[in-house]
């Protein structure tokens, strides 16, 4: 994970600092990989990346859309 990635926080982050996530989407990849990491460790946060389709079905399940 070399390339700079653009992070940004959920629409449902807030201003008191409550457990949320931060998701890019690298340009190189043409948004094929999602990278997740927690936003109040922001830079230092461990990271892991999933494919879109899998962070597509996760959200649609969290959603209660699945």
Known sequence: ??????WFKSS???SQGGACLEV?????E????????????????PRF?????????FLAYASGEA
């Open 1 to 6: 994970m070399s390339e700079t990635l653009a």
């Open 12 to 14: 449902y982050s807030d």
């Open 24 to 28: 890019a989407h690298p340009s190189s």
């Open 30 to 45: 043409s948004r094929r990989t999602v990278h997740v990491r927690d936003s109040k460790l922001g830079a230092r946060s």
């Open 49 to 57: 990346a999933v494919p879109a389709d899998a962070w597509n079905a």
